[in-house]
């Protein structure tokens, strides 16, 4: 449903994904990331995915995943079942993300989120100057066939996170071409030059959300 | 292994039952009945390694055997489950040590409703203790035990056969590191209860069943029997594959007869499908393992939870269900992840798209086979077992 990971998101997962951790992919496809992060971190791998092909693709290659829906199998984790619990381009289809960010706080450690920017540029200037929904790369359908039914920009998912309370351990824009966008950049320039972001969360405020591996 | 004869379990007089387990202790049964001399039919495939660690128990559904592969001795026909078991299969008898018993309340060799009482040795008939899926999984572990296996690499099995493979993850986790329900549920649903409620008053129907005693006075429920197993015949398939099959067509003839003939091949069918099942098996064991499969309810037994039967379990799950089975439909199964998920247990869940219904599970579907294959290989990877 989405553009794959590119090289540059697997490595800022992988940083922050502890060895042997155990983890959760939400929309793991056909379990590519966790294929790799068993490999390079021996974690003890699950994934939920809603299509079954997908599903049967990562079981065929020996990887712990269900079929299912993130928003309404979330529910059935015990809390803080996971070390990190990943959701790479898939909260925006979701029919209720802010449920599902709760969900994947109470369940996760760590939550690592990665989002398609609604407030790219060639999403904004697409909208702009020809008044139709943006069709970009990293936002390949159309509106009317979309799965991704609740957009939204780097900046948006900031204020959904401090919404619910959580703590942004790190965070990451890459641009269109899967590269991290400078550091330091201030978050005006990540919003519009950012195709998608990473964000690192963890659940609450206190001095312990703060505590990194 | 000494073979016991017992040719009162079997319609044709004696067959071969493979190996036979006579388990002399008292067992000691979930209702609280005590068996005082049991007997455990069973049969192997492959070889088990040096440290006894590739043995997976293959388990029956409600009418298979112990005979999954090879030969059966009654029908002359390839085991139930020829397309899994074998040489280069998925349950690989080439790498893997594959057991499968018949169980307990069966018939064909291991004690029964057919079995002579061990003391007054008149056949139990009605008298023979109601057993459970609980039962079934507690005979096998004795088996296993005999076998000197430790820890079992898998257990398998599909509809019955997956409610014993769910026990036995609940029962004996230390003994289990992967568990494959296929085709199953953790509780057995009200249809179906009601299904079977159906097949064993057909059976009780039949003048000759005798209230059970028909082998005592010379008789077999046949008609009975056969009408039980075409009304069970119709929820292992699908309308769409019914329809595929059979559709309207005729039987032998241009136009249909004004009469009750089985002028549809449907009927046809189902009418052979009947009279073949009771050549093979005993109308009071069909009473027997109906119950219980009615009885088993994983959550009843653990507080009302079924994830609490899987606490802290470190066996894999690998839950497969199909989406045109309707007696056991995926919603079953994915209920059963969902607890699994509250344990954290290792589940992986695949749903195979078929037509053709619950008995998919026993037919050639590549994609359970690939299922079962690379979830297997995976495990024995983890497990670090050689051949």
Known sequence: MSVPLSRVDYA??????PQGARVLDVGCEDGNLLAFLEQKKAIDGRGLELSQANVNAAVARGLSVIQGDADTDLSTYPDGAFDVVILSQTLQATQAPRKVLEELLRIGKRVIVAIPNFGHWKARLHLLLRGEMPVTKSL??????TPNIHFCTLRDFVHLTEAVGATIEDSAALNAQGQRV???APWALWNLVGAQGIFVLRPGNGPDAQATS | MQPTENPSTVPHGAVPHGAVLEVREPVTLQSGETLQRSHIAYT??????????NAILVCHALTGDQYVTGRHPITGKAGWWETMVGPG???DTDTHFII????????????GPGSPHPETGEVYGLNFPLVTIADMVDMQRRLVDHLGIERLLAVVGGSMGGMQVLQWAARYPERVAAAIPIATSARHSSQNIAFHEVGRQAVMADPDWRSGRYMAEGTRPTKGLAVARMGA????MSDDALHRKFGRSLQDKNAISFGFDADFQIESYLRHQGMTFVDRFDANSYLYLTRAMDYFDLAADHDGKVANAFADTRTRFCVISFTSDWLFPTSESRALVHA???TTAKVSFVEVETDRGHDSFLLDEPELFAAVRAFLSSVVTLEGVSP
């Open chain 2, 44 to 53: 192997t495939h492959g070889t088990l390694n040096a440290a006894r660690t």
């Open chain 2, 233 to 236: 015949h119709i929820t292992y």
């Open chain 1, 140 to 145: 390949p359908y159309s509106w009317y066939d």
């Open chain 2, 89 to 91: 299969a998925p349950l």
């Open chain 1, 12 to 17: 800022i997962i992988e940083h922050y994904v």
């Open chain 1, 182 to 184: 400078a550091l330091h």
């Open chain 2, 340 to 342: 699994l998920n509250a």
């Open chain 2, 100 to 111: 499968c018993a018949n169980v307990l309340g069966g018939c064909l060799g291991s004690t």
